[in-house]
């Protein structure tokens, strides 16, 4: 079914509805999959697509988790790694960027008025593609680490003449940047890692440099612009990183949301939805709009569609509405079971919910369940004073 023709049954559905006596019309407007044209194509299986975002940041779609890359002067710099076994697929997508930004950057030929000499093999000698200079990862999901090795041994690290030959292994391969929660998670034993559900990855993986404030930034512009993370504490994990592009405007946004389902709340891992809305909040501060909430800050979510503050904005409120219903549900004293019966997100499970697969809504509403439970169960730290009220806007 064309997209045209949905919208025209879609319209034939609502003068449908309208005619109907009030309490028909309530159950006439139940969600239904009918009513829902596909937001995006999906991908060829197996294949990496790429999407310039802005100046020099690019997306690629397809190999795990949705990766960003920084391609110029001053090398590449990606945030996160795709799928292992994506990485021959994104290193390749990465050259190709390479090659085509030196195309379109190379120096203008000098013309004379009694040329004499062919510019023509001039023109097919550049330079060789800049390395991989810096990976971040934005949670220690496989789905997003997977790539680490094949990538960072693929770049290169500059440091200062102080420094080399002090560090062995100074020069070899890129850096790896992300949340020491990461680096902890990723360096735990086997057995440990197993039992958390991660899975272990090789010492060529692990982040080379890690940060445990708030933020952490670039010291020098790369590619023309400030790179900072920052870290969102407690959102889908406890380790997880935005991170922005000060001059392109783009804001790489990790699992903190996911256009097609319900963002994963990793509860064992430190996950909490207070604190992917306080993610999401943090993120609508950070972007401007062109027009009217269109366009302008450009945020690649770590799964899903390219999205501006408006998606993301519907996004935040979508949550913020669930979010007060369990609460108001968890105040009446509603168990789990309850709480799920009550359907407290039937209204966007067309767009976001899922019945089948590794994140269901039933997963979400309980995580959502069990880190509201949380917080109201946990002992009185204060000394009595009333906590300052939940941030809304
Ligand atoms: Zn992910």
Redesign the pocket.
């Known amino acids: 079914m064309t997209t045209r023709s949905i919208v025209a049954s879609g319209a034939a559905i609502a003068a449908l509805v309208m005619s109907l006596p009030l309490g028909a019309q309530q159950r006439a407007i139940q969600p239904s999959k009918f009513t829902r044209a596909p937001m995006t194509q999906a991908l060829p299986a197996g294949e990496v697509e790429v999407l310039p975002v802005r100046g020099n940041v690019y997306a690629l779609f397809g190999a795990?988790?949705n990766i960003v890359v920084s391609v110029g002067n001053d090398g590449v710099l990606l945030v996160d790694a795709g799928r292992a076994e994506m990485s021959d697929k994104v290193l390749a997508a990465v050259q190709r960027l390479q090659r085509e930004w030196a195309v379109r950057n190379e120096p203008p030929s000098i013309g004379f008025g009694a040329e004499t000499r062919s510019s023509v093999a001039g023109r097919h000698i550049t330079a060789p593609p800049k390395p991989i200079r810096y990976v971040i990862n934005t949670?220690a999901?496989s789905?997003?680490v997977g790539g680490n090795e094949k990538l960072r041994n693929a770049g290169h690290t500059f440091t200062g003449g102080n420094v080399t030959g002090n560090i062995a292994d100074a020069t070899e391969g890129a850096a790896i940047l992300a949340h020491e929660n990461v680096l902890t998670r990723l360096s735990r034993g086997t057995n440990v890692a197993q039992a958390e559900g991660q899975t272990p990855v090789p010492a060529d993986a692990l982040p080379t440099d890690a940060y445990f404030v708030d933020f952490y930034k670039l010291s020098h512009y790369f590619n023309g612009e400030g790179i900072q993370l920052f870290h969102t504490p407690k959102a889908?994990t406890d380790g997880d990183s935005i991170v922005h592009f000060r001059g392109s405007d783009v804001i790489a946004l990790?699992?903190l949301m996911?256009t097609g389902s319900y963002p994963?709340i990793d509860v064992a891992k430190g996950g909490t939805i207070n604190g992917v809305l306080d993610g999401l909040n943090r993120v609508l501060d950070m972007s401007i709009a062109e027009f009217r909430l269109e366009g302008g800050t450009l945020m690649v979510p770590?799964?899903g569609r390219l999205v501006d503050s408006a998606d993301v904005a519907y996004y935040r409120d979508m949550l913020t509405i669930i979010r007060d219903r369990v609460e108001d549900l968890i105040k009446k004293g509603r168990t789990l079971e309850q709480v799920k019966a009550a359907n407290p997100s039937g209204d966007y499970d067309t767009e976001y919910g899922s019945t089948t697969g590794p994140w269901t809504t039933a997963n979400f509403i309980e995580a959502v369940y069990k880190t509201l439970n949380a917080v109201r169960l946990k002992p009185d730290t204060t000394g009595g004073k009333p906590a300052p009220p939940a941030r809304r806007r």
């Open positions: 795990g988790a949670s999901d789905d997003h889908h990790g699992d996911s994963v770590g799964h």
